[in-house]
């Protein structure tokens, strides 16, 4: 869960201006935080601009889809159900793959995984990936596994003890599960460059490892303006750790350096602001709306990409 300390008691201010990637935008006292249904449904918009999809009979016993980052789908059709009955004809499969923590923010779906003792804590990412098949609108289930295969080169190379999780969206928000219904399998014999998932069906998966750090670690406690705290994320973008995105619910490494991302929406677009810091034990941010960015969705995407 998000920690949260609202620390204006209302808008106090009468005119402010925010800066924009685009253009200036002028506030007054009648501006009024945003919903968020509305911020969750700019996140939900992140994830559909990261869809492909492909049509295939599902005949086919062996259909493979190859992605524009070389990852491949590997799909029994001949194993696809509805309700439970075999099916005949076109299917459409929809297939989301993230890799870039810019997307993962822009969707949304940042790298924080359950540990057993129920904390939360960053994880290393070897890919995001969403699966669905469906037919005449209608979403299938399959009895076999779907095969994914990327390239390692996608999330920066080959790392050692990628395990497998599952995403799990409770109130708009995701979490990684750790799980033994499927794994992940690197072959430095033959295929040292690819990660290799089976997974048992359809919806979000992870190729990660706990990120372990070996430090004290210290919970992030994020300010912000009031009445933003349902409709707001704050992100942790450490430097130099190119395939992990973690949020404020998770505990982090004492002495870490990375970016504090306070992300909200104003009139269908992103607001956001950037704050560069070193992180001390009992870790505490204050955000202010005079320090915000507004642009659309591939402006806040270029704006994060640039941080390293």
């Known amino acids: 869960m998000k920690k949260y300390s609202l620390f204006f008691t209302g808008i106090i201010f009468s005119v402010m201006s925010l800066q924009c ?9 009648s ?53 439970g009955a075999p099916i005949t004809g076109t299917v ?11 997307k993962m923010m822009a969707s949304n779906k940042p790298t924080m995984g359950k540990k057993v003792s129920g904390e939360q804590e960053m994880l290393l990412s070897g890919g995001e990936f969403y699966i669905n098949i469906k037919k005449d609108g209608n979403t299938l289930t399959t009895t076999c596994p779907i095969v994914v295969e990327t390239s390692t080169a996608n999330s920066g190379g080959t790392v050692a003890g990628m395990q497998a999780f ?36 359809f919806g979000w998966f992870n190729c ?29 973008l450490a430097k ?28 269908g677009n992103f607001m956001w602001i950037i704050k560069e810091q070193t992180l001390a034990a009992s870790h505490t941010i ?14 806040f995407v270029s704006n994060i990409s640039q941080l390293n």
């Open 240 to 267: 130099n750790i190119p395939n992990a995105l973690g949020t404020t619910a998770g505990k982090f490494p004492v002495g870490m350096q990375c970016y504090l991302i306070f992300v909200s929406e104003s009139n």
């Open 166 to 201: 599952n995403g799990v969206i409770a109130n708009s928000a995701l979490t990684w599960e750790p799980t033994t219904s499927w794994d992940v399998v690197t072959n430095v014999q033959t295929n040292p460059n690819k990660y290799v998932m089976a997974l048992p069906g």
């Open 92 to 102: 459409i499969l929809e297939f989301v793959e993230i890799y870039d923590r810019a």
């Open 31 to 83: 501006f009024a935080p945003p919903s968020a249904e509305r911020l969750n449904a700019l996140f939900d918009q992140g994830v559909t601009n990261e869809k492909a999809f492909a049509h295939f009979d599902s005949s086919l016993t062996n259909y493979i889809y190859t992605t524009a980052r070389g990852t491949t789908v590997k799909v029994n059709g001949t194993c696809l159900r509805l309700n």
């Open 286 to 299: 204050y955000f202010d709306l005079k320090d915000a960015k507004m642009g659309k969705s591939a402006d």
């Open 21 to 29: 990637t685009n253009k200036e935008m002028t506030i007054d006292e």
């Open 208 to 236: 990660d490892k706990f990120s372990n750090y070996p430090e004290p670690k210290t919970t992030i406690t994020a300010n912000v303006p009031a009445g933003y705290g349902s409709a707001s994320q704050v992100f942790i």
